[in-house]
């Protein structure tokens, strides 16, 4: 099915474990997005990506890696999981024509680090 | 840092009802506005977007945007109860990238 999607849904890990969130969209969209969503702070921005191999820091991007080599995907990397980094991960792109701002979301990885 | 603040709830309304959802924002640059609903255990989708003062209908949906006052509000008239979902707003300081209020949850009482 066209649009975007994330894996895995579900995800308990370890503290100090490495995890990987994939992102993949067939849209061909040129912008793609990592937020993460907690309680009582809303969506923010982890990092972002304009292009292929085009990526810069959103408003908390410590601790997490990023990566674009094709425009369809978008990992999003823990190099070694924290408590803190508990939270539901939504993958987003927009098509950087038109509409700035109108995002299409993935439906969410939620991640658990205990 | 850019802020959008809205007041977390829960907003009851009775079924036929008008809800109002309110939203603040920090930076006076933003250009572009947005409200997004976020379904219990979905991802947000987008309802709503205005850029210039004043109202913008769609539907039983209504934005509103003061810039002067940096608010942006979003009406739903006759509400129902599959309209209760949490209401995002957001605020677009530059680019593509989208600055998000933490949402204000809308019950919607038959």
């Known amino acids: 099915d066209a649009g975007i999607t994330q894996s895995p849904r579900y995800k308990i890990t370890e503290t100090g474990r490495q995890v990987t969130l994939m992102c993949h969209q067939t849209?061909?969209?040129?912008?793609m997005f990592w937020y993460r969503q907690d309680l009582g702070h809303g969506l923010r921005l982890i990092y972002y990506?304009?292009?292929?191999?085009?990526?810069d820091k959103g408003e908390v991007p410590d601790g997490y890696v990023v990566s674009r080599s094709k425009t369809e995907n978008f990992p999003l990397t823990l190099e070694s999981a924290t408590r803190s980094q508990t939270s539901v991960y939504f993958c987003?792109?927009?098509?950087?024509?038109?509409?700035?701002?109108?995002?299409?979301f993935g439906e969410g990885s939620r991640l658990t680090v205990l | 840092q850019k802020e959008v603040e809205q007041n977390s709830g829960p907003l009851s309304v009775p079924e036929g009802a008008i809800a109002s959802l309110n939203c603040t924002y920090s930076?006076?640059?933003?250009?572009?506005f947005f409200w997004y609903r976020q379904y219990s255990g979905k991802s947000p989708e987008l309802i709503m977007f205005?850029?210039?003062?004043g109202d913008k209908e769609d539907g039983r949906f209504t934005a509103q945007l003061n810039k002067a006052s940096q608010y942006v509000s979003l009406l739903i008239r006759d509400s129902q109860p599959s309209d209760s979902a949490t209401y995002l707003c957001a605020v677009n300081p530059d680019g593509n990238k989208l600055v998000f209020g933490a949402g204000t949850i809308l019950r919607v009482k038959s």
């Open positions: 990506s304009a292009a292929a191999d085009i990526t």
């Open positions: 930076d006076r640059g933003s250009q572009s």
């Open positions: 849209w061909s969209h040129s912008y």
């Open positions: 205005i850029y210039s003062n």
């Open positions: 987003a792109s927009s098509p950087g024509q038109g509409l700035p701002g109108e995002l299409f």
